[in-house]
C-alpha cells in the first residue's frame, strides 16, 4: 500500500519551476519511492541525509533523478504513513542541501 505524499508549500513552488517533461519523470520517482519511502536501512528506498556538508539533514531522505539532474529531499511522518516533499530541486551543486537545512527550520 502507497502512502501519502504531500507537498510542501515551497516544494509545490520547486515543482511549477521544472519542465513538464522533468516534472513527469519526478511524479514517476516518487510515485516509485511512496511504496516504501523509509530508509534503505529499515528496507525501504529511501537514501538518508544525515549530516551532509556540516549540514543537519538528519531525518531527511533523498531522491536522485540522475538523467534529469534532480534531486527530491523528503521526510517521513510514520504515524500518519505520509512522505513529505520538501525540496525539489537542482543535483548540479548541494544548493538543495542548503535549501532543506533552511525549509527544515520552519517545520522546528
Known amino acids: 500500500m502507497k502512502w501519502k505524499t504531500r507537498y510542501s508549500e515551497p516544494a509545490k513552488k520547486d515543482l511549477k519551476k521544472l519542465d513538464n517533461s522533468v516534472k513527469l519523470q ?19 528506498y529511501g537514501m538518508p541525509l544525515g549530516n551532509k556538508g556540516g549540514r543537519n539533514l538528519a531525518g531527511l531522505l533523498k531522491i536522485k533523478l ?5 534531486r527530491v529531499i523528503y521526510k517521513v511522518e ?3 504513513r505520509e512522505m513529505v516533499i520538501i525540496v525539489i530541486g537542482i ?6 542541501y542548503d535549501i532543506a537545512e533552511r525549509r527544515m527550520k520552519l517545520y522546528e
Open 91 to 96: 543535483r548540479a551543486d548541494e544548493e538543495a
Open 26 to 44: 519526478v511524479f514517476k520517482a516518487i510515485d516509485r519511492v511512496s511504496i516504501n519511502p523509509v530508509s534503505i536501512f529499515e528496507g525501504g
Open 78 to 80: 510514520k504515524r500518519d
Open 66 to 70: 540522475k538523467h534529469a539532474g534532480v
